[in-house]
C-alpha cells in the first residue's frame, strides 16, 4: 500500500500545476490550489494522527487511500475548475491518513523490524516516486492530456486502499514443544 500511495502522489504532486492547467485553472490559480492542499494537510494530518490512537490505523489509511482514489477520479472525468476544490479536499484527507503509514508497519511488525522494513519498502517506492512524474509526462505528451495517466493512477490508489484493507499481523508460529503434542 505504501509504495502505491507514494508513487502516485509523487506524480501527482510533480505534475499538480499542470494537472490544474489541464482542467482549465490559470497557472496562478493551480499554484494556488497545490498551496491550499499542503495547507489543508497540516491540520489533516495531526487531526488524522490523533484519532489513530482510538481508531484502527489499517481502516484510517483504508478511508484515506479511497478518498484519495475517488477524488482522482473525479478529477479526471468532471469538467470546471470547481472540481479542484474536491481534488484538493480529498487529496489533503490522503496525506492526513498517511502519516499512520509508518505506525501501522511499527504496529504490524514491530520496533525490531521496522527500520529493515522501511529501508526495503523505501527501494520499491523510490522507483515509483521517479517513474511515476515521468509516466504523466511521457503520457501527456503522447496524448495531449492527463486522463489515461489520471486514470491509472486512480487504479493505485483504489490498489492501496485494498492493499492497506487486507493488511493484517503476522500471526504467531505455532511452536511444537517437543515430547508434546
Known sequence: GSTLRITVTSGILVHGIPIMVWKGASEQSGADFVAMLFFI??????????????LSSRWILTAGMAAGALSLAALTYVDGTMIIYLFVVGIALLEGAATLNWVMVGDIFG????????????????????????????????????????????????????????ARPPRARQVEVLGQH
Open 41 to 54: 494537510s497540516i491540520p489533516t494530518r495531526f487531526l488524522i494522527g490523533i484519532s489513530g490512537v482510538k
Open 111 to 166: 520496533r525490531r523490524n521496522f527500520a529493515t522494513l522501511t529501508g526495503i519498502i523505501s527501494i520499491f517506492y523510490s522507483a515509483g516516486m521517479m517513474l511515476s512524474p515521468l509516466f504523466l509526462g511521457w503520457i501527456f505528451d503522447k496524448t495531449g492530456g492527463y486522463t489515461w495517466s489520471l486514470l491509472t493512477l486512480t487504479v493505485l490508489y483504489a490498489g492501496s486502499a485494498c492493499l492497506f484493507a487486507i
